[in-house]
Every structure is written in structure tokens, then in C-alpha cells.
T-cell receptor
Framework: AQSVAQPEDQVNVAEGNPLTVKCTYS??????LFWYVQYPNRGLQFLLK??????LVKGSYGFEAEFNKSQTSFHLKKPSALVSDSALYFC?????????????FGAGTRLFVKA | GAVVSQHPSWVICKSGTSVKIECRSL??????MFWYRQFPKQSLMLMAT?????????EQGVEKDKFLINHASLTLSTLTVTSAHPEDSSFYIC????????????FGQGTRLTVV
């Protein structure tokens, strides 16, 4: 069965410092990996995805993520954090089964960026 | 990106009544739509997957008679919470994917349901 783990409930970082939000996954076959961000009382906004190709994926708002197959990780990164990046971040993995494709989400990591 | 509109954004209803939530893909045809439930400070829990013109596939533990899902067209799916009770109060989010090539799912803005 597929699964996604976000080991940190919360990440605190100072504005201007680099940030990393961790994600590991378990899935049979090739994974489709995603990062989404959620602001209070809102739906999810897509940040970036890895389907195939370069392991370093660049996405919206300056975020990037690195796919590491050997470590089954897909950590989200940003070189310089902004206060406005403070939000809830979800890692997701999609895989195919006989019923079609299914996406499951990690538990989420709350990012606090302090000015 | 593609736009998914979810309506209403919030709703308050009395215990025992039913509530319908709509999820529309505005600029693409969504062959598959997903319904999630999110509890406070928790992740999204997939409730069901619906394909246009066929019955929804419910996740284990989700009562199909309580959460009625209809996906009658390529642009509209509805979730009806029947005989709602306070424990059904939650944030419900839909997402939609297009048919051509698999891409990321696009999410509605969510519906905050409060049952009093």
C-alpha cells in the first residue's frame, strides 16, 4: 500500500533563511509526487510535481523539491524564506491501481516563518 | 492552472437535515473527481473517487448512504451529506483531474460544514 510521511508537524525558520520541509514515501512502481500548500479555510494550491525527468523540480513561488529514489524522499526547499510562506504544506503521492489512480496525502507540516 | 469551483464555501445546517455541496470544473472536463474531508489540524482524508457516469468508489469506513456522491457530467460532482449530525461538521474539499494526460489534481476552495 502506498503511504506518505511528513515527519515534522511544524518547521520554524527565520525570514531570509533557507527552509526544508521533509517528505518520504512508499509506493509500488514509479511514484507521482506533489507538494501542495494550504492557507486557513482554503483549498489546496499546487506547488510542484515530479513525474519523471530531472530529480530537481522547480515550482511556484520559488519552491523546489528534490526527488531521491534511493532514499524515497521528496523534500520541499526554498533558498530564502518569506513570512508569507507561512502555511500548511502537504506532500502527496499518486499511484495507479486496478481502480484507477489514487492520491494520498501526508499529515501536513506547518511552516512558520518569523520576521 | 485549471479552475475548480466549490459551492458553498460555508454552510450551517440543523441536525437531521441534508446538505449538498457542488464541485465544478470551470475550464476543463474532469473525468475523475475526488472528495476529501479534513479535520482540524489534520491531513486530507480521501472519502471517495467519482468517475463521470458511474458510481463512486468509497474508501473503507466511509458510509456511502450518508455521503451521497453524484458525478452526472464532466464538469459537476456533488456530495450530499444526508441526515447531518454534529459529528459531520468538517471541512470538505473536492478535487478534479482531466482525462488526457495525468497531471496534478486541481482543488476547490473547500466547504466548511457546521451542523448544529
Amino acid at each position: 500500500a502506498q503511504s506518505v510521511a511528513q515527519p515534522e508537524d511544524q518547521v520554524n525558520v527565520a525570514e531570509g533563511n533557507p527552509l526544508t520541509v521533509k517528505c518520504t514515501y512508499s509506493v509500488s512502481g514509479n511514484p507521482y509526487l506533489f507538494w501542495y500548500v494550504q492557507y486557513p479555510n482554503r483549498g489546496l494550491q499546487f506547488l510542484l510535481k515530479y513525474i519523471t525527468g530531472d530529480n530537481l523540480v522547480k515550482g511556484s513561488y520559488g519552491f523546489e523539491a528534490e526527488f531521491n529514489k534511493s532514499q524515497t524522499s521528496f523534500h520541499l526547499k526554498k533558498p530564502s524564506a518569506l513570512v508569507s510562506d507561512s502555511a500548511l504544506y502537504f506532500c502527496a503521492v499518486t499511484s495507479w491501481d486496478t481502480g484507477g489512480f489514487k492520491t494520498i496525502f501526508g499529515a501536513g507540516t506547518r511552516l512558520f516563518v518569523k520576521a | 492552472g485549471a479552475v475548480v469551483s466549490q459551492h458553498p464555501s460555508w454552510v450551517i445546517c440543523k441536525s437531521g437535515t441534508s446538505v449538498k455541496i457542488e464541485c465544478r470544473s470551470l475550464d476543463f472536463q474532469a473525468t475523475t473527481m475526488f472528495w476529501y474531508r479534513q479535520f482540524p489540524k489534520q491531513s486530507l482524508m480521501l472519502m471517495a473517487t467519482s468517475n463521470e457516469g458511474s458510481k463512486a468508489t468509497y474508501e473503507q469506513g466511509v458510509e456511502k448512504d450518508k455521503f451521497l456522491i453524484n458525478h452526472a457530467s464532466l464538469t459537476l460532482s456533488t456530495l450530499t451529506v444526508t441526515s447531518a449530525h454534529p459529528e459531520d461538521s468538517s471541512f470538505y474539499i473536492c478535487s478534479a483531474s482531466g482525462p488526457v494526460e495525468f497531471t496534478e489534481a486541481f482543488f476547490g476552495q473547500g466547504t466548511r460544514l457546521t451542523v448544529v
